[in-house]
């Protein structure tokens, strides 16, 4: 079988690596993949954002099916467009994606359908929303609309801090048209859980939870990044806690977009945060997430490829969805100066590595023998062991013995589930 897959980060790379793992697999191209992506899979220089491109490569090269793995080709409509040509695909067509694409519909279905979320307001214009600021309890939380690579949300401490992010949002356009149209919603407070599912649209299937490490620096200090580690299985995410989601979230959510016509198929993720009153949705993702994909995959037992084909088919009850019963830990190297400017270019030099960690890239590219820097988020380590301890021991052990200049990590990937 040809397979496509769409992007070039280390989700993708994580991705790519686990696909390869079913025999009946005879290439794989990436679109436009990346340095590491190229010693699994062949590259090929076609952005994840050119439709066109994408779907003109899938006929020429007659690809048995595709996998498409970031969130702007997903909303632009991607899957859309290999249906057309007849190619079975994962992932969402574009009147799904919304879901991650407009905080607004997202907000709104929640709304409908009684799934738990923090209380929200949407604005379209900003003197209105300064008006409702002005009687807001402290802090809030002023998210623009549309996709904003992960960085749309602004916690405001107090309102010259919301009057700001208004203005910022909506006038300066600092997330360009995603910022036409605001949510402000409530700030709710608890431990942060990612809960990636697989759903064919009828059935879902949790894959092990995880935590992702948002911001840049140690001890939770410094910007938003896109993650900066993840840890999997997430020990505030109990058994009993999965059932309360099953039933008031996952479920609900695949039958919500039902009745919507707008069934979702693919990778459905569940940001959730485990306030006093049970578990709440902050933020849907059309897609796999971007490093927890990198834990939780390497414990899925089951056939990816497989389970991909099944959610297509509409035949996931049938299909197991298996974890091994063991931990996970990823830390990421980033370019100094991340998630603000970078330089790139930069030699990387890998260390005596043990075995079997998983070396997964991101931003890198090669020339000739080497790989170089090529984006803010560069690599990352994944390795898993018995116990969440053991795991992040050893991803720390490994990236260590990679270097390249400027290279930054957190030093406490773990700590803080590790203290439960
Ligand atoms: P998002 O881009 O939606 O994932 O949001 C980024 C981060 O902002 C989340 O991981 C949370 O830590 C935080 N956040 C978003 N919405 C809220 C909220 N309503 N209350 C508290 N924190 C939030
Ligand atoms: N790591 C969070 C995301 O992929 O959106």
Redesign the pocket.
Known sequence: MKILVVGGGGREHTIIKKIKENPAVSEIFALPGNGGIAMDATCVPIKATDIDGITKFAVDHKIDFAVVAPDDPLVLGAVDRLHEKGIPCFGPESKAAIIEGSKVFSKNLMQKYNIPT?RYAVFDDPQKALLYLETSDYPI?V?ADGLAL????I?AQDFAAAKEAVHSIMEDKIFGASGANIVI?????GP?VSVLCFTDGETIKPMVSSM?H?RALTGDKGL?TGGMGTIAPNPYYTKEIEKVCMETIFLPTVQAMNKENRTFKGCLYF?L?LTKDGPKV??YNCRFGDPETQVVLPLLKSDLLTIMQSVENGTLADTPVEFDDKCAACVVEASGGYPKSYQTGYAIQFGDLDPDVLVIHAGTKKQGDKILTAGGRVLSVTATADTLKAAVEKAYRNIEKITFQDEYHRTDIGKRALEV
């Open positions: 923090a939380v998210k992960g960085k749309g949300v916690i919603e409530e700030f709710l407070t942060e992702d948002k938003n940001g945060m902050i933020e």
